[in-house]
């Protein structure tokens, strides 16, 4: 059985004993530095800025203490040393969930750590002189035994933070859903009078065009919820013609952007068993896309093709290519695209609807790809099977 160390050493204190003995100033240093970290900490009561020190280093002196393996001590130094008890949180996530609450950003709870870190070798060196082999080997140790802390607590309030993003998003996607609701419809009734002025008439259109745009970022977001919260896209296929789709979501496009030329082309076979208002979301997202991304001199091409088994429809507009270094991530969340130089305003974007776009094609089984050049322009291309039959096989 190797050896232990202890605070009886003829060598002097051991760390972990020395973190026991002193754990009073340890924790009042803890607690002095957490009061600098305002905002957060202006309102927080002393018991408050201790949190769970005294638990954490319990558990660093603890595992300072204990005999441990290489591999034992690979596993701790990457977050996943054995601190959990019976699957309970550990002091260091439960002290990232109380920052969080009281209003730490993650730089300030990390900062915590650096100032233990640093508190706890200063401390130790001035009170133990000396140093051989053994310390050395404590310095290692209780250096992993926080790198596990910090990890555990960035995982933890990562964690929570990402859960109340889209808690907040789908709360807010739900509520904004009636007035914006209300808004398109007083606009459509003021339309179906027919009493209204030139003036008034383009107003109402704006506000019915407004909304109508707003309720699909609603849509969009109560989508990205469900993403984010591990639920996939849901899809009910019926029977329906892709063509017919196509020409009247492009018909309510023309209305959108009466100064834009949209061109349609369909060919071949247009029955398909696909979710109706899912993929108009693919066609309006795309469409709007590139009326939004594209050059205004020149007409947006939408081509629905059937061909055997699938569908394949295309959204081509000319313009400003999309920046070679942004065509990967085109499809992800919270991304911006920029050519060399300053920022292009027109390639930063939240994703929203190109993440969508990719999740309501993936759901029926199809695939979507894009490409962009000064030349051919761009053209996102969504290829999708028929029927969920042809997608198994």
């Known amino acids: 059985m190797p050896d232990v160390p202890t605070s009886n050493d003829a060598r002097g204190v051991r760390l972990g004993a020395f973190i026991r003995e002193d754990r009073t100033q340890i924790v009042e240093e803890w607690s002095g530095f957490a009061r600098t970290r305002m905002p957060a900490s202006n309102k927080m009561t002393a018991d408050a800025l201790k949190d769970h020190i005294e638990m954490m280093l319990t558990f660093i002196a603890d595992d300072l203490e204990a005999y441990q393996t290489n591999a034992e ?16 949180h550990s002091a260091a996530e439960i002290h990232a969930a109380l920052r969080l609450s009281n209003g730490f950003d993650i730089d300030q709870m990390i900062s915590e750590y650096r100032a233990l870190r640093a508190s706890v070798t200063k401390l130790w060196i001035a009170r133990k002189g000396d140093f051989d082999s053994a310390d050395l080997t404590d310095l290692v140790r209780f250096n992993e035994a926080i790198d596990q802390s910090v990890a555990e607590s960035v995982s933890r309030y990562t964690m929570l933070l990402d859960r109340s993003r889209n808690l907040f998003l789908g709360i807010l996607g739900h509520d904004l859903r009636n ?5 398109c419809m007083c606009a459509e009734q003021l339309l179906r009078r027919g009493d209204l002025n030139a003036k008034q008439d383009r107003m109402a259109v ?7 745009r707003a309720n699909g970022i609603i849509e969009d977001l109560l989508d990205l919820t469900s993403i984010q919260f591990g639920s996939d896209i849901q899809v009910s296929r019926s029977r329906m013609n892709v063509a ?42 795309l469409v709007g896309n590139a009326m939004e991304h594209g050059s205004k001199d020149f007409p947006t091409i939408i081509a629905v093709a059937g061909k055997a088994g699938l569908i394949e429809l295309s ?26 130089g300053e920022p292009d305003k027109r390639f930063m974007h939240l994703g929203l609807g190109l993440h969508i776009t990719r999740e309501i094609v993936l759901a029926h089984g199809g695939t979507i790809a894009v490409t962009s050049t000064e030349r051919d322009g761009t053209t996102f291309t969504a290829t999708i099977p028929r029927t969920a039959d042809a997608t198994e096989r």
Request: hydrophobic content about 35%; overall charge negative; aromatic content about 4%.
């Open 73 to 88: 001590q690979l596993t701790k130094s990457q977050g996943n040393g054995p601190s959990r008890v019976d699957g309970q």
């Open 179 to 183: 007035p914006v609701g209300a808004a």
């Open 206 to 212: 704006q506000i019915k065009n407004a909304t109508l």
């Open 244 to 285: 017919q789709l196509s020409r009247q979501l492009i018909e309510e496009m023309r209305a959108l952007y009466p100064n834009r030329v949209l061109e349609l082309t369909t060919t071949g076979d247009m029955e398909v068993e696909w979710d109706r208002s899912r993929i108009g979301q693919v066609i309006s997202n």
């Open 315 to 340: 959204v081509r507009n000319m313009g400003k290519p999309i920046p070679s270094d942004s065509i990967e991530s085109i499809f992800e969340l919270f991304k911006q695209g920029a050519e060399e």
